[in-house]
């Protein structure tokens, strides 16, 4: 098992069924997820892009276990999580730990932040001593001093309580964490910290991360790859710097564009390319390619053909039949 990567997600799909009519059956389902494949090796960090409501969350959740996947394979370290008894998962996931949006809803105000940090070492058993050890390690390891352990959610920075979340996210020793848009909920100042924090945790701890986030703007410093998701599937993917440098599919671009340029100068010289429409609702996604309703390059074909991933020839794949002509060699209906 020891070549394969940490995390093979494969053909991924997570479809939740819309109940109505008389009888309350099943009248369609939300694609949340709609095939997709990733992989993640040990010490790696795969962003996950895409604007909200594309399937980002429900993946990292099926990945977790905390949304049901309908179809695929997710293996960890070459287990099929999907394929094992309820026991096994549990214990497979034992090394996979999340990271969520908003800090004041994951901590329990009544809570200190010592007891915070100890909750998870608490559920696993650990003895008072270890504990008090361990919890004092996880405090250096995120930056907050051992005054804070006494401190209370409510009295703390968002920064601050992002830091206690990512400590107790820690604190059984995970080898993979799922960053939900760890730092929109952040104030612009501080997010580059928290995103400096997890590289830092990353070098010292040989961490792998699934960084989930709306925007590209955030990823560049962080991830090795990137994976831009369009309503349930994958749009490109590559190498960072292939997917910054060679943007290739229509959506990639589009959203490269709404990311502003430090220089102003250069910023009014680019001509953001704004979408049109919103995204369409992923219980009736177009027939063809899913990104065709708000595609400015689109063509005839683009309606019934959905394109597969296909090299783009700068290290990367794209879903483009325009972009990408082999995309239809690939297409997956
Ligand atoms: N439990 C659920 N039941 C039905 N639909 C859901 C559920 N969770 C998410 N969805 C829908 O799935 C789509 C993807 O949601 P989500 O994964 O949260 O997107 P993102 O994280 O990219 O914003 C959305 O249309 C959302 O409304
Ligand atoms: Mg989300």
Known sequence: MSDAPLLKVEDLRVHFPIRGGWLGGQVGAVKAVDGIDLTIEAGETVALVGESGCGKSTAGNAILGLAPA?????LFEGT??????PAERRGIRSNMQVVFQDPVSALNPKLSVGRLIAEPLTIAGWDETAKQTRVDELLDLVGLTKAQKSRHPNEMSGGQRQRVVIARALALSPKLIVCDEPVSALDVSIRSQIINLLIRLQEELGLSYLFIAHDLSVVRHIADKVVVMYLGTIA?????????????????????????????EAQRAK?????EG???????PPAGCPFVTRCPIRIEKCASVRPGLADTGHGSRAACLVKVPDASLNAAR
């Open 70 to 74: 309908t179809s695929g394979r997710i």
């Open 80 to 85: 099929d999580i999907l394929t094992r008894s």
């Open 236 to 264: 490109e993917t590559g190498p960072t710097d292939a997917v910054f440098d060679h943007p290739t599919h229509p959506y990639t671009e589009a959203l490269l564009s709404a990311i502003p340029l430090p220089d102003p």
């Open 271 to 275: 001509a953001a390319l704004i979408l």
């Open 278 to 284: 919103d995204l369409p609702s992923p219980a009736n």
